[in-house]
Structures are given as structure tokens and as C-alpha cells.
């Protein structure tokens, strides 16, 4: 922590603005090192400076792409069973499989250390498709039980896609800690 001390006598107003300007220097070096070690960037080089860490997501996207995919799914199985309309298994049910697929393909990919960047290009594309079909529908018709419920998941898929893609992709693996037991 850096040490703030305040002069014994301030003997004029230059001498008043120095200790300003060194009160200032130390909040901001402060400051610096409490958001380095809140970031998780505690160590330190030689030369005094940070030592870089990759920017990534909170949580990784596959954790919403594979509810979002199933949802998706099981909504377009669920409308044609109960009114028999194609439609709905045409639309609902392969894009939500088309969603479902890649986002376990991604898990996997994410999961050997690999970036699953196309799948969430993919994913963003396929989730406007649906964002579309659902606000035409709704527009044709004014029904707004399923469409308005589909907008609203698309949209909030499509804000959350950007913001993995603005947050610099999926965090990486935790690699498990290597317990070495001794064998007596």
C-alpha cells in the first residue's frame, strides 16, 4: 500500500500544489493495484509492471447456448405434438437442433483449449433467423404467446452473443490441480 504523509508545514501555495499532485500520484498507483488485484493480476515482473492476462467472458457461452438450443428444441416437439402444425416442427425444432449441435461441439472444442469462435458466429446467425421468422410472425398474426416468448429468448441470446464476443471470447479451462499423493 502506498503511504500517504503529509508535509509538517505547507509553506506556500507551490509547495501546497506539489502535495496535491503526490496525493494524487499515490490514490492513482492505489487504485491501480487494488483493480490489478481485483482483475486477478497480482504478479508482478521485475520492472514493476502487470503482467498481461487475457480478456475473456464471465462464464462461458455454451453455458446459455445449450439451454437456449434445447429450449428451442423441445418448444418446436412441444407445438407439434399439441397442434399438429409442421410449421412448428419445421422451424422450431431444426434450428433448435441446428442450436443444440454446435453448442455441445463447442463444449468439447472449449474444453481441449481451443476457441469456439465460429460456433458463436454461427450461433448469432441462426438465432436472428429465429429473432426474424418469430417478429414476422408476430406481425402477421398479433398472437403473442409463443412469438413474443421466442423474440424475447432470441434477443436475449443475440445480447448475450455480444457480449462474449465483446468481453473477448469464452474464458479458458480450469486445468485441475495436480494432487501428487504419496504412496507409503
Request: charged residues 15%; glycine residues 10%; aromatic residues 14%.
Amino acid at each position: 500500500m502506498w503511504a500517504l504523509r503529509k508535509p509538517k508545514a505547507v509553506p506556500d501555495m507551490a509547495m501546497h500544489h506539489v502535495y496535491t499532485w503526490m496525493v494524487t500520484i499515490n490514490l492513482y498507483r492505489y487504485m491501480e493495484d487494488k483493480s490489478a488485484q481485483s482483475m486477478g493480476m497480482e504478479g508482478y515482473e521485475e520492472q514493476g509492471e502487470i503482467a498481461p492476462q487475457k480478456r475473456a467472458a464471465m462464464i462461458p457461452d455454451f453455458c446459455l447456448r445449450i439451454p437456449y438450443g434445447g429450449l428451442i428444441f423441445g418448444g418446436g416437439l412441444f407445438g407439434f405434438v399439441f397442434s399438429r402444425n409442421l410449421l412448428a416442427l419445421k422451424t422450431n425444432a431444426i434450428i433448435g437442433g441446428a442450436l443444440l449441435a454446435p453448442s455441445t461441439m463447442s463444449l468439447k472444442v472449449w474444453r481441449s483449449g481451443k476457441s469456439s469462435f465460429p460456433f458463436i458466429l454461427g450461433q448469432i446467425a441462426l438465432s436472428t433467423t429465429l429473432l426474424w421468422k418469430h417478429f414476422h410472425t408476430y406481425m402477421l398474426t398479433k398472437k403473442g404467446f409463443p412469438a413474443l416468448f421466442y423474440i424475447l429468448i432470441s434477443a436475449s441470446m443475440l445480447g448475450f452473443y455480444s457480449y462474449v464476443i465483446l468481453a473477448g471470447g469464452n474464458p479458458p479451462p480450469k486445468k485441475p490441480k495436480s494432487a501428487k499423493y504419496s504412496t507409503a
